[in-house]
């Protein structure tokens, strides 16, 4: 029987970057990013050499919008923007197939997942494998069809076929339509019916079967439940109709066309292109078919049972061997210990035996090792203590060259094995699904060594580019106080997020009935379509060439007719229910908390990011999306307190142009914004209106960011002259600030970088690009990162310095979040006034600028109180 390979493009690259990503990208000397690249090449490899097969296609979507839409508008409308840095590589993987001499394929309104269900269908008589992280596609299994999906990271693939299936969830392939069309689907924004999750929709099914007999029978249910099924039957219909793959596409290609003959030459020539070194090497013997002189290299290790008491001391190297979960809940399966070049491999049992080998961990011994946070969580699920990490291989690259553009300067020369490159090294250390054990130490050995080679290059440059203090005493102490914040968690009233989405669908009803009701029809509120034929032709508002609804559209009309505004409302309180009522409930863990993930190397201003769930993107502006915050609460008899930095932004601006008048305003204490709006609109303080504060402050804010006159003209509603205006006014009211912002651009020209006020760098590129609008946001980068680079230093210093008097102080209570320039606290009430004072003190004392830092502190029983 032939076997046809069926590859899920758009699932799989976007697996592979968010696989990868964690910890540090990947680019090219010339900053191209290749993470998933890298990892869909890995995944891709993997699957052929398990199906072997004679023909492969890969399937792309082949743009945002599908007849998926046109039933219902917000279809995977719940999604975040894709990274740049993903979107970049789109074309790339493209190259990649190409290169490789792989059939790819798309068509417009078509997704993927639809190309390869029509196609498994087309060839009963063949062997069909079907790759992807998909589960959707599970419903396209049967008695010749296996779907072989991406477990975890990029090495664990797990074949799905109708026995297992009936094994693992108890329902046949055809069934998980009806399993999307009850519990619905969060990462498509498939509605299914609110409150249904996998666990009952899986014991409707075993009861009822399908959707349809589940909906003839609902008078058989009870309480709740049926409420919730007769109220939404339409929409458990209508999400099965969005859930189920086309299996009848006229397709005008066959197996035979997609016939697996791979061009090795031009593949390495990719791979040499894109600077992936090991998979370079790895192709070239297929080429050549000779084997690679680097396999003749032997790295030595050895597996051991007890640790050799030479290795019990100082700057010694630390590799995991670990599981790829959420880092708070990580396994750990053994250790690589690794000292000058005696390199050793402990599993866990053994381990737990050695008590010289405890006793040192936990000790003030210095330790090397990549990604320390991951490696205090690795340690704490083991129950195992450890101290003394000193050197962390994933930030000292970082710091070094935050874009990766001088990658080259940094890498190891060292070869001792070409498999592990800095591909391996810069996605999440994971444990590979490897053949055998001794694989498996192999791989964990290797980063180890990878390590120390990693320390051996950066240790030197982190000393010239004088930044001992940024690494030693902010990062790397920063990552213990972040382990312990994800360790924490933070409390979840959920029965308050189940409130928020039932008023939230209450609200949504509200909107659409008074949609309607401007225009005495029904019609379908979520179809672009549709309501442009109410907006522009019935209701007669203006209209646009593209015939667009969407947000930047809506604005403009508004006034024109209250519909729009009703329909603003509606899409957010309809974001609010998907997004963040419904969203944050599968992260809720079971302690009931939610343990957000702090990615310290991914931004390159050094601002921290979250993720998993991201709370950092919770407004505090908009009260509809400010509610959510009611539902994060401190633990049983505590308080929440947070405290936030005010206008540190503008603060840092002052100081780091040393702008008198600035400067003096905020030693004043004078409200920053009206001083603007009396420099800027040449008033006084008397006649400086609400609207000339917002303006003033539209142009103090932009300033940081480099705005330019367009972009203060589309914030503001006026014309780009009289932004501009502003904007002269501005730097003649503040001479310094664009002395200063001069001299940070013709600095960046010359040396390819800027610096924060700790010496923190971020290289921009974009300074010297022949394209004008590139080299123009390389001069809006310049002015900011600085400013905002010191603005994140500042509230690293604070969390740092918090800490420490909390631990002299052997408080109770926690620190528990950080979200921009705010922190959040769980605390003792015996401790409030403590807390109070300690943190104050500790963010207003973080930095000695020429301007005061001001901190406000704020108590209450929830997040939403506290702020």
């Known amino acids: 029987m032939k076997k046809l390979l069926l590859v899920d493009g758009n699932s799989m690259l976007f697996r592979a970057y968010y696989a990868t990503i964690y910890g540090r990208p990947m680019t090219t000397s010339k900053g191209i990013p290749t993470n998933a690249i890298f990892g869909f090449a890995s995944m891709f490899q993997k699957a052929l050499d398990i199906v072997q097969p004679d023909s492969v296609l890969v399937a792309f979507d082949s743009g945002k919008h599908t007849f998926r839409h046109d039933i219902y508008a917000e279809y995977k409308g719940g999604r975040k923007e894709t990274p740049e840095e993903l979107i970049v590589q789109f074309s790339l993987i493209r190259d990649y197939l190409d290169a490789f001499h792989i059939t790819r394929f798309e068509i417009p309104s078509i997704e993927a997942d639809d190309i390869i269900g029509s196609m498994s269908k087309k060839y009963p008589d063949w062997d069909i494998n079907i790759l992807s992280s998909d589960r959707d596609l599970l419903q396209l299994v049967d008695d010749t069809t296996s779907v072989w999906l991406m477990k975890k990271g990029i090495s664990d693939i797990e074949e799905n076929t109708v026995d297992s299936l009936k094994e693992t969830m108890g329902i046949s392939p055809e069934q998980i339509i009806d399993l ?99 998979l370079v090497k790895k192709y070239e013997q297929l080429v050549t078919n000779e084997p690679s002189v680097n396999e003749e290299k032997k790295m030595m290790y050895q597996v051991v049972e007890t640790c050799p008491k030479e290795l019990l001391s100082d700057d010694v190297v630390i590799s995991l061997d670990c599981s790829n979960t959420h880092p708070v809940y990580t396994e750990l399966f053994g250790i690589a210990l690794l000292k000058d070049n005696q390199c050793v491999y402990m599993d866990i049992e053994h381990m737990r035996k050695d008590q010289d080998l405890l006793t040192w961990l936990k000790s003030e011994h210095t330790k090397i090792c990549y990604d320390s946070k991951l490696v205090y969580h690795t340690f704490a699920s083991s129950k195992i203590d450890i101290e003394g990490i000193a050197f962390d291989t994933m930030i000292a690259p970082f710091l070094c060259d935050s874009t990766l553009t001088s990658w080259e300067r940094i890498r190891t020369a060292y070869d001792f094995n070409e498999t592990l490159r800095k591909e391996e090294v810069y996605g999440t250390i994971v444990k590979p699904k490897l053949p055998d ?23 030197p440059l982190i000393e010239e580019y004088k930044m001992n203090e940024l690494f030693y005493e902010l990062e790397m102490p920063l990552a213990k106080i972040l382990f312990n914040m994800e360790q924490e968690g933070i409390l979840i009233d959920s029965p308050v997020l189940d409130e928020i989405a039932s008023d939230t669908l209450k609200k949504i009803e509200e909107y659409s009935k008074r949609i309607m009701g401007y225009v005495g029809e029904e019609f379908n509120l979520n179809s672009p379509k549709q309501l442009a034929e109410v907006l522009f032709d019935k209701l007669g508002l203006p209209g646009n060439k593209k015939r667009s609804t969407s947000v930047d559209v809506l604005e403009k009309l508004q006034g024109f007719h209250p519909i729009v505004d009703d329909l603003m409302e509606y899409r957010k309180v309809q974001k609010l229910y998907s997004t963040y009522a419904e969203g944050l409930k599968k992260y809720i863990g079971q302690d009931n908390r939610i343990h957000t993930i702090y990615n310290q190397c991914a931004t390159q201003t050094g601002r921290l990011s979250s993720s998993d769930p991201n709370l950092q993107n919770i407004s505090v502006r908009d009260e509809q999306a400010r509610i959510i915050r009611k539902a994060f609460i401190p633990s049983p008899n505590n308080v929440l307190i947070a405290s936030d930095y005010s206008q540190v932004e503008l603060r840092m601006l002052a100081h780091m142009a040393n702008e008198k008048g600035l400067i003096d305003a905020f030693n004043s204490d004078l409200d920053i914004h009206t001083k603007t709006a009396m420099d800027v609109f040449k008033v006084s303080k008397d006649e400086v209106t609400s609207q000339l504060r917002r303006q003033a402050k539209a142009v103090n804010f932009g300033i940081v960011y480099g705005i330019s006159d367009f972009g203060l003209s589309q914030q503001l509603g006026i014309s780009r002259k009289e932004a501009q205006s502003f904007i002269d006014n501005y730097f003649e009211a503040y001479p310094g600030i664009h002395a200063y912002m001069d001299k940070v651009i013709e600095d960046c020209k010359e040396n390819g970088y800027v610096t924060t006020l700790l010496n923190r760098r971020r290289e921009i590129k974009e300074i010297h690009d022949k394209n004008h609008m590139v080299r123009e946001f390389g001069k809006r980068a310049a002015m900011n990162a600085p400013i905002q680079g010191s603005a994140a230093d500042l509230i690293k210093i604070a969390m740092i310095h918090i800490q420490r008097e909390m631990t002299e102080q052997k408080v109770k209570s926690k620190m528990i979040l950080q979200v921009h320039d705010e922190l959040i606290f769980d605390v003792v009430q015996d401790e409030i006034e403590l807390m109070k004072n300690l943190i104050q003190t500790g963010m207003e004392k973080a930095m000695d600028l020429r301007v005061p830092l001001v901190a406000e502190c704020q108590v209450g029983s929830t997040w939403y109180e506290a702020k």
């Open 437 to 459: 054990f001794n694989e498996q130490v192999k791989f964990t050995c290797e980063q180890a060594h990878f390590s120390k080679q990693l320390k051996m290059n950066c240790k």
């Open 180 to 278: 999307k069309g009850l519990m619905g689907d969060a990462s498509d924004n498939i509605p299914g019916i609110p409150g249904v999750g996998e666990k009952t929709a899986l014991k409707l099914l075993a009861d009822y079967g399908t959707v349809e007999n589940l909906l003839e029978h609902k008078e058989e249910l009870k309480g709740k439940l049926k409420e919730k099924v007769v109220e939404f039957e339409d929409q458990a219909r209508l999400s099965k109709t969005l859930a189920t793959i086309k299996i009848d596409v006229d397709l005008p290609i066959t197996a035979d066309d997609c016939k697996y003959d791979p061009n090795y030459q031009t593949l390495v020539s990719f791979f040499n292109e894109m600077e992936m070194r090991s």
